[in-house]
């Protein structure tokens, strides 16, 4: 049986395709991405499921999947496809647009992480370790977590009080605060 793919597919389809720069129809359902991807296991949807979803214009299904937050953009999936798809610039796409629409809902830890990881490196420049997990811990409720490990780390000099400065901080964040405001999304 022919499948005709209807107009709503297509454009959503092809927003994918403009935001990764390939075309995703390429995809032919080998599902070799699914069978090297590390975390495939956890995913309710697998990865090559969630590119057919977005070739069929299934939106709400391919951003409203847990597999785009669990995703662990190692790229596996991108190097093992025999039609160069690139398969994690395709959930990076799909969680940018999750975030643009405020579909966030469906894995809220993790995309709280990804909103602090951005706030921390917008303030410092660079990653934090400290400022970040005990941002993360107290947000979620959770203070005392892995409190022993950070000890360890700190103790072996891997985790730092402090963060040194970096060269050009204020130009970075003036041109972070640009970009936000472009997209509407500016304090
Ligand atoms: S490996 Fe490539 S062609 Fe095969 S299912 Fe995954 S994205 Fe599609
Ligand atoms: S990039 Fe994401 S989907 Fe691809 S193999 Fe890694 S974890 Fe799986």
Redesign the pocket.
Same mark, same amino acid.
């Not at 995809?27 to 699914?34: A, D, R, V």
């Given at each position: 049986m022919k499948i005709t793919l209807g107009d709503h597919s297509r454009v959503f389809g092809r927003k994918i395709s403009d935001m990764i720069g390939q075309n995703i129809d390429g995809?032919?359902? =080998?599902?070799? =991405?699914?069978a090297g991807c590390p975390i495939a296991y956890a995913m309710e949807v697998p $990865?090559?499921e969630v @590119?057919r979803l977005v070739q069929l214009g299934r939106e709400e299904e391919a951003m409203g999947s847990h597999t785009i937050w669990l995703c662990a953009s190692c790229e596996t =999936?991108t190097s093992? =496809? $025999?039609?160069n @798809?690139d398969?994690a610039a395709a959930m990076d796409a799909l969680r940018v647009l999750a975030f643009r629409q405020g579909q966030t809902g469906v894995e809220k830890e993790i995309t709280l992480f990804h909103k602090l990881f951005l706030k921390v490196i917008e303030r410092f420049g660079r990653v934090n370790d400290l400022q970040l997990m005990g941002r993360y811990n107290l947000l979620t409720l959770n203070p005392l977590k892995d409190w022993r490990l950070g000890l360890k780390l700190l103790a072996k000099g891997k985790l730092k009080l402090t963060t040194p400065p970096v060269k050009g901080l204020q130009e970075f964040q003036e041109i972070i605060k640009r970009v936000l405001t472009k997209r509407g999304e500016g304090a």
């Open positions: 995809c032919y359902q =080998c599902g070799k =991405c699914t $990865p090559h @590119i =999936c093992r =496809c $025999p039609k @798809i398969v």
